[in-house]
């Protein structure tokens, strides 16, 4: 194969959605696998829908999921080039002037064979087409007319798209050819389908990308995700970026539409953020702790770093995203915790002297491990001749707000023993005055 040159080449009329951002993955890839050259162009020749903004988003979306570029270009900045491909197409009379514009002559006979790499042979009837303008009256190129000139310029050798784009191919083939140029290999990748397989919609998913970073998703879990839309290599399903390049070529591309199911994105991150190291996954939910409101920065970076990390190791087996785990570490941070209404039955008066026991003997500890705090609650338990079963699960709805989660006593390690004692404090003061 010569050397693969590629390209992703959004409209920054929008954001960049997991369409786009699948096609910019597959390009990146394709492009990696083969040692070749993966190009960024923005087709911003549309400029009454073009914004710098939606420009900003797509580059910032390219870089959170890691597709990086060796070449980036702008269309609006090789006018002069599509200027001159347009004047050669009327030497040679194959375009025309009318109504200020550039026209293309479609040729009326025969039919044109597309020789896609994922669809096979696609034939269309040449009569189907009207002649197209190829530049505006405004001098601006539509288009098909300027894929052309720019992967020409720009030496593309495989064109990796959505098959949405299948009909504009037989029309840039008759530019190609009325030009004398070689056309690049065409892929068309099948669209992506919402779960009740209608075209995928925002109730589906088909929002920014960066949108599911504010959700709490990593990247590495995105890239898993969008590369396995439409791609198999066996019945793998978790690939690292390493993998991924090593193994990814089009042969692994179906012909089918792919489903979008956002329980299987869920399920790759919760994979994901187990294989991350832990100081690294509690760096990313720091972010999230602050977004949410759930800590300040000043709390987060005041909470000591051993009893954070082991809060991260241990609750995110039971969390899918970033954010789910920000929320369940909220036990961790000053003030009184959330009791949902179903779990108020669970504290009753009678807990008043066994809470504000328990909590004079924690203030006695300083860092203790959980095999500590349980030796000093169940010695204050055994003094007041109680079983452990009759706090245990009151004292975890006081200190972390939810009846489930890691064990007892790892949750009043992670916590501190001040931050417990003050919470069980403030529940016997309250249940004292609902007593009275």
Known sequence: MDRVRVRFAPSPTGYLHVGGARTALFNWLFARHHGGTFILRIEDTDRTRSTDEAIEQIIASMRWLGLDWDEFYRQTERFHLHRRYAEELLRRGAAY??????????????VTIVDDL??????????EFKDLVILRSDGTPTYNFACVVDDTEMGITHVIRGDEHLPNTPKQLHIYRALGL???????????????RTKLS??????????????????????????RLGWSYGDQEIFSREELIRYFDLGGVGQSPAVFDEQKLLWLNREWMRRVDVPQLAEMVKE?????????????????????????????????????????ARFLFP??????????????????????????????????????IEATVRRVLDQLGLPLKAVALPMRVVVTGSRVGPGLFEVLAMAGPKLVAERLRTMAAHLDAKKG
């Open 288 to 328: 999230f702790l602050v977004v949410e409101g759930i800590a300040t920065k000043e709390e987060v970076e005041a909470l000591p770093k051993s009893r954070f990390f082991r809060a991260v190791g241990l609750l995110r087996d039971r969390t899918h995203t970033l954010v789910e785990l920000a929320h369940s």
């Open 202 to 227: 925002k109730r589906h998913g088909a929002v920014s990308v960066l949108e599911y970073r504010r959700k709490g998703i990593l990247p590495e879990a995105m890239v898993n995700f969008l590369a």
């Open 97 to 110: 002037e009318a109504d200020g514009a550039i026209w293309f002559r479609i040729p009326k006979e025969g």
């Open 118 to 127: 994922i669809a096979g042979k696609v034939e269309f009837q040449n009569r």
């Open 182 to 196: 070689t056309p690049p290999k065409f892929a068309h990748i099948p669209l992506i389908l919402g779960p009740d």
């Open 335 to 372: 003030g009184e915790m959330s009791i949902a209404k179903d779990l108020e039955d669970l504290l009753k008066p009678e807990l008043v002297q066994p809470f504000l026991a328990i909590a004079a003997a924690l203030d006695g500890l300083t860092d203790p491990e959980p095999a500590e």
